[in-house]
């Protein structure tokens, strides 16, 4: 269904007045290749100046050819391209999480960088990524310039803008690497607790939207999960099964406890009413949501 906008406002003011669900809105994402792109931004990010538009799509196509996702980045406050381009390769999958540095000289030379994470230099840094990027979304400009400013000051050797994340909306959002944990309406709170929170290896439920290496109706089990048991720890309620019911989904979670248990999670998915998803459109979406039918505790001698 879609229906012509008639009326304008900014997509994360729209948001909070309809009060959009975070719960299991994180895209994809098990493996990313982090491009230093200092200058500013077009619409994409790597497809306009000033970076070399065919290099930027010889390294898209490599990039996702290998299953991987690009993703622009940028210190805050610098717009002067340096001697030298960092990139970073992160791998965010569940028990191989890492993130592996290196720099070229020149542009050209990241087409030469293999994707296999063997070279460069292995870091136990996370990495804050902070959408900030205009030409994509208003939004990301002006609430995400708050965040990254907040974290930059608490954590500059971590922070990085970036360009598009997904779910503009939800700005100011950011993602934390390597585990690919994504995060909307932050600057509604204090984005330095979030990055505190991952140092004691732990998530911000109120404010999270789910991991980059799982799917949308796991993501949503794991927040009602922690929503029952109080559980914020990154690791709680790793995913055993998923299945497709006649309404939705059935998500076995493993249980926090050392007697084998599993966490059964009844959602429904259900579709919004019609809104607007970004600053740019001008047409109604209706878009994915996932309500808690039941939660239970399924224990081997039941």
């Known amino acids: 269904m879609t229906l012509v906008a008639e009326h304008w406002a900014p997509c994360s003011d729209r948001a909070r007045e309809r009060d959009d669900p975070l719960v299991g809105t994180g895209s994809r994402g098990l493996r990313w290749f982090l491009i230093e792109v200092a200058a500013s931004w077009g619409h994409n990010a790597l497809l306009s100046e000033p970076f ?35 990139w970073a390769i992160v791998d965010s999958r569940p028990g191989l999480e890492s993130v592996v540095w290196g720099e070229v000289t020149d542009a050209s030379e990241l087409l030469d960088v293999p994707l296999d994470g ?19 979304d208003r939004c990301c400009a002006v609430r995400g310039r708050r965040v990254v400013t907040a974290l930059a000051e608490a954590h500059p050797h971590e922070t990085w ?32 607790r979030i990055a505190d929170a991952f140092d004691d290896g732990r998530v911000v439920p109120e404010r999270y939207r789910g991991r980059s290496s799982l799917t949308h109706p ?30 939705g989904w059935r998500v076995r979670l493993e249980g926090a406890g050392a007697g084998g248990e599993v966490i059964a999670v009844e959602l429904e998915e259900t579709e919004s009413e019609p809104l607007l998803s970004t600053c740019a459109a001008t047409r109604f979406v209706r878009v994915r949501q996932y309500a808690l039918r039941s939660i239970s505790v399924e224990r081997p001698n039941d």
């Open 161 to 192: 803008e970036c360009s598009h994340l997904g779910g503009d909306r939800f700005a100011g959002t950011m993602v934390v690497f390597p585990h690919g944990l994504y995060y909307g309406y932050a600057d509604d709170g204090d984005p330095v």
């Open 218 to 247: 796991v993501q949503a089990a794991q927040h009602y999960a922690r929503e029952r048991f109080g559980d914020d720890r990154i690791e709680a309620f790793a995913p055993v099964a998923e299945d497709v019911t006649e309404t």
């Open 118 to 136: 063997s070279t460069g230099v292995p870091s136990s840094r996370p990495v804050y990524c902070v959408c900030t990027h205009a030409r994509h």
């Open 52 to 86: 070399d538009r065919e290099l930027g799509r010889a390294l898209i196509r490599r990039i996702e050819g290998a299953g991987m996702r690009p993703l622009v980045i940028r210190r805050t406050g610098r717009r002067v391209a340096s001697a030298t381009q960092r």
